[in-house]
């Protein structure tokens, strides 16, 4: 029967915390007439999750109380061991977001343009 795999104490102690950068959207404030004042503002958050356990091949972690696997080799993951990674990833996706919403944009710009061709061209069914 083979031993359960152990690691050392100090590899498990460099991955105490997995740390994710977030956009996080805030409402204007509103006046009595309850119509918001400016614009409101976006701020990005650090979160913190604790390593419950250490595997070869990733961690798991404590995400607001229920366990969230994170492969460490992996390209895209929920967390980074490091603050830097977790921005170079919160970078990554807020590009990935801004590439399909352009691409949303783009195409609903199309449909409006076909749109208001039709109201523009006489249908000659209705003649």
């Not at 977001?97 to 749109?115: C, N």
Request: net charge positive; hydrophobic share 40%; glycine share 4%.
């Amino acid at each position: 029967m083979k031993a359960p795999t152990t690691f050392a104490v100090s590899r498990a102690s460099s991955f105490d915390v997995f740390y994710r950068y977030e956009d996080v959207r805030y409402a204007p404030s509103l006046d009595e007439f309850d119509n918001p004042i400016g614009e409101g503002r976006v701020d990005i958050l650090c979160r913190e999750f604790r390593v419950t356990k250490q595997t070869a091949k990733g961690v798991w972690l404590d995400v607001h109380g229920a366990p969230k696997f994170v492969r460490l080799s992996a390209n895209k993951r929920y967390a980074c061991p490091t603050k830097e990674e977790a921005a170079a990833s919160l970078i990554a996706r807020k590009r990935a977001q801004v590439r399909i919403y352009e691409g949303r944009a783009m195409a609903a710009r199309k449909a409006l343009d076909l749109a208001e061709m039709l109201l523009a061209t006489p249908d000659p069914a209705a003649d």
